[in-house]
């Protein structure tokens, strides 16, 4: 007696989860991290362009620091982004704040990316 396994069933499962997954998944676009939702203040100067080689530090109001979808205390940036700066020498860092994150937040996360020794460095805004 020879059993035959039937795996039409079993496709017909598969491709109706592979398509729930596409048609679940979130597109984020500009320069959002992670899906990360960060209100940026508006600016008439503000460009959306970010390259491949530029990294993005996003500040969120409740004081996480998120850089390429990864939550990191502040004292963890400066080595990441030395390690990045080997990488990527011509990079820039785009600093993410939400309009409502304190300055004095922005400017301790700016001096911790400037005391890497990178003097590229943005504050991102969005087109009013």
């Known amino acids: 007696m020879s059993v035959e396994l039937n795996v039409t069933s079993f496709v017909d499962i ?3 989860l592979l398509v729930f997954f596409i048609l679940s998944t979130s597109f984020t676009t500009g320069a959002t991290s992670a899906g990360l939702v960060v209100d940026l203040p508006a600016a008439a100067s503000a460009d959306q362009q970010v390259r491949e080689r530029d990294v993005v530090v996003a500040m969120t109001t409740d004081g996480l ?5 990864a939550a990191l205390a502040i004292d ?3 080595p990441l982004l030395q390690e990045w700066r080997k990488e ?3 990079g820039w860092v785009i ?3 939400d309009a409502a994150v304190p300055h004095g937040r922005v400017v301790e996360v700016m001096d911790r990316v400037k005391s890497t020794g990178i003097a590229r460095v943005l504050i ?3 087109a009013p």
Do not use: S
């Not at 620091?65 to 979808?69: C, T």
């Open 14 to 16: 598969i491709f109706n």
């Open 88 to 90: 990527n020498p011509t």
């Open 124 to 126: 991102a805004a969005q």
């Open 95 to 97: 600093v993410q704040a």
């Open 65 to 69: 620091i998120v850089v390429r979808g």
């Open 76 to 78: 963890a940036l400066p």
